[in-house]
């Protein structure tokens, strides 16, 4: 039987390929007969061969070689230098004060955090992995279902519209019949009176024929003088046919119809943990969705003094920076409703608008001296200067950038622009057929915030305009009916939240108008009688606060669960 091809032959020696294998050497890994083994031990003298019965392979732990002497074994490890070290590397001065081990004993630590990571990985990951697997297939499953449910859903919807579409269709058809008979009818009533003269006629024909025909004079005489009464023609009846002017629909009508919404998926953006298997809070960067409150809570209410109070924005969740008409700044405490800073304009007028960079500075523009300016340690620094343009609303945006909105002088023209510092970055004033985003023409106070989108929000005259990143518009918001006091929209300061909402105070109804990152109305936040709400800014927990003008107070308010 041939060795090298027989499956059921016993094993055979490396090196002689016929004899039986008894020995092995751990260190070269042969499988030897006793006759050879003095051969391998000749073979090469370099190496300490250790030679052990076959059953008894692999028995012989086979220590490093040394890295600076290739022919030496390293029973000894530095930890210091954190290598195998050879005798002759510890005769050296290479190691000498450094810490020593043996071998063996960091073999064994290092074989015990192996051990204990194997561990883990058996009797911990491996099965949370395997949790998880589970746990997606599952959802996989669910999610097939649920969105079979939801096609169904929608199918079943679409064929109510249908059935509804088919009874506005078979109504229309049914008065169209209904007139199409009623001028049938009118007709044919028509043709009826015609033949019947058509008759007379006839039978008139006849007689005049008769008496044509006959030699009696008498009758000719006695003929009835009714020809004439047939030169009046019947009159003509005109049938005005009603026409059919089908409505076109672009796809963006065809949703507008409101056949129904799917609230679009958000993705859950979660890490697992070993020993819950839950989400982790801090994995994913979308913040928790929050419900809108059924009844608004006004939390505190801090008395400012100012003759007339115009603007408020949040220096953190303790502190709030105010402007009003006497030409200061205030920072007053919110918990504790106590003035704790008050900063004069550098020209002495009022400032126009306030907002806080995302460094923690104040900003304010000033439209009598035409500037934007920035407060730093309690010194003004003046960023911006501007010629035929003055400044009202300003903001900081995500990026630490500007954006500021100003009108030209004459009060013809209104913009935003985009700075980074003072330098202007971008420009937005029209829109794509070249008609003014933003209203113009006569003195309006103009404020502006970025949202969580990137989107740009401006409170404009009777209007909220809305332009993206690009400046392109998106929606115009021009009020909601009906309104608290049926007034006009005058919308005044405006914030955004975590939700992407829209917030903007209008004075005429004395209310906060909630709409969503669309454009669509939410809801009112009402502000009571006189208040004549003004400006807004939320915190980083989604606390409103708004200024009321009349009264001089700021209110926090809570909206959001």
Known sequence: MDPRTSAQDVMRCDLCETAVVQMHCDTCLVNLCKACVGEHFSADLSKPHKIVHFKDKKSTLIHPRCTSHDEEMCEM?????????CTICLASDQHLGHKLARVLE???KKRDELVK???????KIYPNYQDIASDVQ???????KEYGDLSTAITKHGEDWHREIDKLVQKLKAEVDEMKNTQLQTLQK???????????????????????????????????????????LPRKITVSIPTFTPKKLQADQLFSLKIGKTIPLKSDKHGYSLKTRQKSPEAGSSPPVKQLLDEPETVTTIDTGYDRLYNVACLSDEEIWTSGQDGTMKLYSINQGSQLKSITTKSGNDPTDIAVTKSGDLVYTDYNDRTVNIVKNE???EVIRLQNWEPSGVCSTSSGDLLVIMYSSDNIQTKVVHYSGSTEKQTIQFDDKGKPLYSSGYFNKYYITENRNLDICVSDYGAVVVVNQAGKLRFRYTGHTPAPKNQSFNPRGITTDSQSHILTADGNNECVHIIDQDGQFLRYIQCGQWSYPWGLCIDTNDNLFVVHY??????????LQ
């Not at 490890?77 to 070290?85: A, E, L, R, S």
């Not at 599952?138 to 097939?144: F, K, V, W």
């Not at 009349?550 to 909206?559: A, F």
């Open 117 to 123: 990571k194997q561990t883990e990985l058996k009797e």
């Open 379 to 381: 010194k003004i620094e």
């Open 106 to 108: 960091i073999r064994d």
């Open 138 to 144: 599952i959802r996989m499953s669910q999610l097939e």
């Open 190 to 232: 028509h043709l009826d009176e015609i033949n019947k003269t058509i008759s007379d006629i006839k039978d008139e024909i006849n007689s005049v024929d008769s008496v044509l025909e006959s030699t009696d004079i008498s009758s000719l005489f006695s003929l009835p003088s009714t020809l004439d009464r047939y030169t009046n």
């Open 550 to 559: 009349v009264n001089r107070q700021v209110k926090k308010i809570k909206y």
């Open 77 to 85: 490890f530095c930890t210091q230098c954190d290598v195998p070290i």
